[in-house]
């Protein structure tokens, strides 16, 4: 049984004194046994050049696997001191189409054809040069060709032998997909039911036919949705006239489901790009500065604003000015992200956006009256001026409420207009909220107090 | 071939209008070939009363799995209209273990055991007792009892014999476990592998054995991250003797991956509670409310600070408070938000946090000069006096790399002494970076215009 590796600081620098030492006795004893994921993990941890090293240590036969899990940044890198003869022998022809495609796909268009010419089995070859035709976030861009298929006329006799033959190109089996003289695709052979099936039973009477399909065409998150829905480990993609041409399975789709997740999370987070904290650092800028040039404008309103009212004969309003601009972008922030995860997990579709305004009026009215008495308890205990407690009070049950109504109709109006609601949330929202809060502020102020 | 079903406003005002007809064979004609996880989402979209006659109509054998797929709260309701004798027949007697577990572990301790004690099948009614026993985040509170197995000492041909029998009880066949006399998990045999080989060999000639196996305690987010690490469809459970006791597979996870990201993303944007925009005004009310305390009290704290200065004889300083606050907010939650997600994704965890810091530093920088240079033009060009506007800007610059700084402190200490730096990210960062970036503007403020 293969221990699970901890990859320790330790670990690593054992690896770079071997690397040096060029040990590679002590080097390949250490990795020999390393399931292909943990070798890239050390691999994006050590320097550049001992990671060259170490790679070439790798035995052929997984150091394919080694560069399907690795970053885009390292594989480009390491990759780039192979030949392409290397390259489509040591890697390409050890990859199911899918990772092999994706692997050519990073290559610029004359090498890719090179690679391609030197791949051996001419099948193989052709798979992958028909993947790179579909666009990558697509299903077809998704799928592998690696399938086990057979006829609906055969028996499982038959079935069993041609599966057998099929076995030998697929690693991954999960379905057998059944198919009529024209490749269509009819529907699914579980292993469980040819298990239990009698031997020499015509499979159009195993078959299973109400299975879910998706088209090439299909975007990616649609077919993790599809998938995640239905609990679906594999799932097989047909082109237009639903001729089977390939097989999507769970695995590869997981990270497109975590990806989504994300993306709203950095959105809101005020980053426009999908960036990691190993990127470049202008990489990292450029995904941080356009929100905060939004946030920039929001405060330079907001000081106009300000200037707007007679704030030299009520300084004291100034004092809370951060609490009513934080309140409106925390309530604001709040409301947003529980529609979008609402919208994201497909929650929300039917309900009208009149009841979702109704409820979010309710929350916020609680939360308003909570915060509003709490406020005048503690300003006024701090020796305020007990009308500018008052006005900070009132102005921050509206502001709540007020934050709360905007946060919940922007992401439903921009997802009724088809744009991605998780653009609202995050600075946007936070901005006008800050706005929209100072005005309500002042307002309320200048009656009160003047 | 099923369809793909587009759950419509018009599809549910039909079943509406037929359900509150009586109109029977028209409910059955819409519900007779949809997939269970979409009668499920119709049913979390109707009125509770034509949800509760809809689910009469469901047949006995999909509505044990339309229970499984829905929401909490409609399935509670749904299962207290049936007696323990109907939900032990009609529900868990047609689940796997896991799923008929997670069931009853709903109901309250008397219930379980007489649903329990109503099973017919005493081998299902013994594993789903036995997974009460764990605790629900865990691999043994995820796992199903269903699995393939086979002993060492067989060969193919007595394999294929045993799984034929086993099968019948799997509803998900996807590897095949040996053990050896004692249960002990040796490793697996793949349904590939089993298509392959020839008649009659050992199956010891054909096990492999370097799989990675979880332990019933294992948390279900480091299940969640070894499957996705090691793109496995279905990890084996064992205990602590490494016998072999369950199975999880793929889609049992996917969600788990999911409710992670979502979860650092909610407390992000200050919900401390795992809410759905469905939840109850109370639920949501009470999930909210602490962070905005959180906010209440920075915000108190920042008039205090004002307080300190003299605001009355420069209140110009109170124009640009709210851009201040606004962008030491933005940038902290944007830092704290890459290194909460690169800590989620294990891609941080042997950096330096040295190097982490000089890193943002570096992009806190070119950001931070390049909004100190676009506010001094602005302000500039709009009148207001040369050295507030030479104020805003320096003040700009120091907190933008200030805020960025500590946001990424603040999840790395967190991460570093175990608590979720998720924590970190939202109301509390966003609040103490307001009050900091309050403190050196007015610090800068007093140096240059008094």
Redesign the interface.
């Known amino acids: ?2 221990k ?1 590796i901890e ?1 320790t ?1 330790e670990l ?1 620098n054992n690896l770079i004194f071997s690397i040096e030492k060029k040990d590679n006795s002590s080097v390949l004893k250490i990795i020999t ?1 390393m ?1 292909a ?1 943990d070798i890239a ?1 050390i691999l994006e ?1 050590l320097p550049t050049k001992e990671a060259q090293l170490l790679f070439e240590l790798v035995d052929q036969k997984r150091s394919a696997d080694v560069i399907v899990e690795l970053d885009d940044d390292l594989r480009e890198s390491l990759l780039s001191d192979l030949t392409s003869k290397e390259i489509a022998e040591k890697v390409i022809d050890n990859l199911e189409s899918d990772d092999a495609a994706d692997i050519i796909g990073e290559f610029p268009g004359k090498q890719q054809e090179e690679i391609l010419a030197l791949i051996e089995d001419a099948e193989h070859a052709n798979d992958i040069s028909d993947l790179l035709t579909y666009e990558e976030n697509s299903a077809g861009g998704l799928m592998a060709k690696e399938l086990i298929q057979v006829n609906e006329n055969w028996d499982t006799k038959k079935c ?1 032998k041609e ?2 033959k099929q ?2 190109n ?5 379905s057998i997909y059944v198919v009529d003289n024209n490749k269509k ?3 699914t052979l ?3 039911q040819l ?2 099936s009698q031997s020499e039973i015509p499979i159009k009477k195993i078959i299973k ?5 998706v088209n090439t065409g299909e975007s990616s998150e649609a077919v993790a949705n ?8 594999a799932i097989p993609v047909v082109d237009r006239h ?1 001729r089977l041409i390939g097989r999507i ?3 590869d789709v ?2 497109i ?2 990806e989504e ?2 993306k ?3 959105m ?4 426009s790009e999908d ?4 990127d470049k ?2 990489t ?2 450029r995904a ?2 356009p ?3 939004i ?2 404008i ?3 309103l ?3 604003i ?2 707007v009212f007679d ?2 004969n009520n ?1 004291e309003l ?10 409106a ?3 604001g ?2 409301s ?4 979008v ?2 919208l994201a ?4 579709k ?2 009208g956006i009149i009841n ?1 305004l109704m ?1 979010e009026f ?2 916020a009215f ?2 308003g009256i ?2 509003a008495i ?2 005048l308890g ?2 006024f205990t ?1 020796g ?1 001026n007990l009308m500018l407690c008052i006005t900070v009070s009132i102005s921050l049950l509206s502001v ?1 409420i007020f934050a709360a109504l905007f946060g919940t109709c922007v992401p439903l109006i921009l997802h009724k207009n088809k744009i991605d609601p998780a653009l609202a ?3 946007f929202i ?2 006008v909220n ?2 929209l809060g ?1 005005i309500i502020y002042f307002i309320i102020g200048e009656a009160l107090l003047i």
Chains 1, 2 share one sequence.
């Open positions: 049984m293969q699970k990859i600081s690593l046994e399931h994921a993990e941890n069993l599966m057998h076995a030998k697929v690693k991954k089996v999960y695709l009819l529907g579980s292993l469980r298990l239990l036919k109400d299975i879910a399909s599809i998938m995640n829905k239905y609990d679906l480990i639903n399975t769970l695995d997981i990270d489901v975590k997740a994300e709203d999370y950095q809101a987070s005020g980053i960036i990691e904290a190993n650092i202008w990292l800028t941080r500065l929100w905060l040039l946030g920039m929001g405060g330079v907001g000081a106009k300000i200037g704030i030299k300084f100034a004092f809370f000015i951060p609490l009513i601009a934080a309140m972008g925390n309530v922030v709040q947003a992200a529980i529609i995860q609402g997990n497909n929650k929300l039917l309900d979702k409820k309710g929350v609680v939360n909570i915060c709490i406020i503690i300003s701090l305020y709540i949330t995050g600075p936070t901005t800050d706005i100072l």
